[in-house]
């Protein structure tokens, strides 16, 4: 690839990050964390804060495409964009100089020179580097016979230039990060994540957001088969990637669902089903120091997510575990759209047996009364049954 022998650095310009105030130096050391995990067995030789951005300089790439560094700069959070940049000195031949060596090969009739500068003071404004350059290469295009054209509003290619106190960066390409803020920043959550398609795409909002997602997968084998505990695994693995590392708790809640099934009405099995899951992820939220509970409801996509039976089941958990549903206000084909961008779409869609699936009533409540409810999981008295669920669950770590 010819643009590997151009190449020495990666510049990561970050968007929110920079409103954080004080906090801006922890934002940034935890984007630098993130990034050297996210880099993990590419080579690199640094990556470093450097006048509000973050550089990771590469140094001898030993043959790795810049693609594999594209693929998992794709996924750090906190990135709004990103460029492969060439480095060098102020002065403005070496300026010149990288410019041509960055654009000789490239195929285009019309482009435009964009500059940047964070040291003000440099001798030069943007317009005026803009114009020096641009003549630069203008004439050597000349030169070579194959002239080529300014064109300020709608140029086929754009070579960016970035003046900062110390050096200059060139570059020909400005890709697009994920944004969001980067993982770990706000915290931990406990992820409910099924085989489907919905709670892996909620998982991921809160990751954007700045929140380490460890996630809990209810089961209860021999009941239901292996293959939605490995559709599981595959999506935490995938989601894994977003956030350099992944925790997933297995919990067979069998013995609970067999009460359940024998001792509450029929039309009320998936109420208590989810108050089950809930309550097994409050005591996950301890036992980790997390701060809530993400799931991937959207309101009244099934009867279990109408507004009172979503009250009937988030109320079975303190209120200082704090139940989040980020895709509340979607419709289906907008998760499934996000789910095929964050790569989870294809293996939530084969088809498991979800636990639930075999206990689901023909004509479910939906719109559990509180009263009813209570009364009768007290009755269940299922307390003890989760605490050794959770206590025995099985833990993988991914990543
Ligand atoms: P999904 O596609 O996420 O399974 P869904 O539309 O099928 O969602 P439900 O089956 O009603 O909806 O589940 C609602 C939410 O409850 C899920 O988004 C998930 O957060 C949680 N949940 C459901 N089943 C499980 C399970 N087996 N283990 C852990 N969490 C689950
Ligand atoms: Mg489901």
Redesign the pocket.
């Known amino acids: 690839m010819k643009e590997k022998e151009y190449v020495d650095s990666i510049l990561v310009h970050y968007g929110e990050i920079a409103l954080k105030g004080d906090n801006r130096e922890y934002f940034e050391e935890k984007l630098v964390d993130n990034l050297c995990s996210a880099l993990d067995g590419l080579s690199f030789e640094s990556v470093r804060r450097k006048y509000g951005r973050v550089l990771v300089e590469l140094g001898g790439t030993d043959g790795a495409k810049l693609s594999e560094y594209e693929e998992r700069v794709n996924r750090v959070f906190g990135i709004a964009n990103y460029a492969f940049v060439r480095t060098c000195s102020r002065d403005l031949d070496s300026i010149k100089k990288e410019a041509w060596e960055l654009v000789r090969s490239e195929d285009f009739s019309s482009f435009k020179v964009a500059s940047r500068r964070s040291d003000k003071n440099y001798r030069l404004n943007s317009v005026e580097l803009n114009e020096e350059v641009g003549a630069h290469l203008q004439q050597r295009y000349e030169q070579r016979g194959s002239p080529r054209e300014v064109d300020l509003e709608e140029p086929d290619f754009t070579l960016y230039l970035e003046v900062t106190s110390s050096e200059v960066f060139v570059y020909k390409r400005k890709i697009d990060g994920p944004g969001g803020l980067p993982v770990g920043t706000a915290g931990k959550i406990v992820?409910?994540?099924?085989?489907?398609?919905?709670?892996?795409?909620?998982a991921w909002k809160m990751m954007k957001r700045g929140a380490g997602v460890v996630f809990?997968?209810?089961?209860s084998f021999p009941r239901t088969d292996r293959a939605?505990q490995e559709n599981?695994r595959e999506v935490v693995e995938v989601l894994s990637s977003w956030q350099g590392w992944g925790k997933l708790y297995l919990?067979n809640i069998r013995s609970i669902q067999r009460k359940i099934i024998t001792k509450a009405p029929k039309r009320l099995r998936?109420i208590f089903?989810?108050r089950t899951?809930l309550r097994a992820?409050e005591r996950i939220v301890g036992q980790e120091n997390a701060k809530g509970v993400?799931?991937?409801?959207?309101l009244a996509?099934?009867s279990?997510?109408t507004l009172e039976n979503l009250r009937a089941t988030g109320e079975s958990v303190s209120s200082s575990v704090p139940i989040y549903r980020p895709?509340i206000g979607m419709d289906?084909h907008e998760?499934e759209y996000r789910a095929r961008e964050i790569g989870t779409y294809e293996i939530?869609s084969r088809s498991s047996r979800?636990?639930?699936v075999y206990m689901r009533p023909k004509h479910p409540e939906t719109k559990a009364s509180l009263n009813e409810v209570r009364e009768i999981e007290q009755s269940l008295e299922t307390d003890d049954l989760i605490s050794e669920a959770v206590a025995n669950s099985d833990i993988e770590e991914f990543g």
């Open positions: 992820s409910l994540i099924s085989a489907g398609i919905d709670s892996p795409v909620a809990v997968h209810f089961h939605s599981v919990v998936i089903y989810r899951m992820a993400v799931t991937g409801d959207s996509q099934v279990s997510q895709n289906k998760i939530s979800d636990c639930c």
